[in-house]
């Protein structure tokens, strides 16, 4: 069974940091791009960073560059989001994604909350 199970999340304050974690199951992880999306209060879901497989190319959305880094460790599993000088738009169900573009495969995980507030 596949799955992806996200870890991390929590209340922080403005300008503080956080590390989320995905852990894969059920999949050839290291054939997968891996995909970290989020979804604020009202708003619709957006894609906020992406690491090519096996991994080394990264990608941005324009909001979060400079403060988060998505890394992976394919001998675990695992990919990252750390996440640092938050701001309280960062507020939101960060979601992790598992991509193969050859055959338009998505799988999710069930999302971590993060919350930036004073």
């Known amino acids: 069974q596949v799955q992806l199970v996200e870890s991390g999340g929590g209340l922080v304050q403005p300008g503080g940091s956080l590390r989320l974690s995905c852990v894969a199951s059920?999949?050839?992880?290291?054939?997968?791009?891996m995909r970290w999306y989020r979804q604020g209060p009202g708003k619709e879901r957006e894609l906020v960073a992406h690491i090519t497989s096996p991994g080394g190319r990264t990608t941005y959305t324009d909001s979060v560059k400079g403060r988060f880094t998505i890394s992976r460790d394919n001998a675990k599993n695992t990919v990252y989001l750390q996440m640092n000088s938050l701001k309280p738009e960062d507020t939101a169900v960060y979601y992790c994604?598992?991509?193969?573009?050859?055959?338009?495969?998505?799988?999710w995980g069930q999302g971590t909350q993060v919350t930036v507030s004073s």
């Open positions: 994604n598992a991509h193969w573009a050859l055959s338009d495969r998505n799988y």
């Open positions: 059920g999949f050839t992880f290291s054939n997968y791009a």
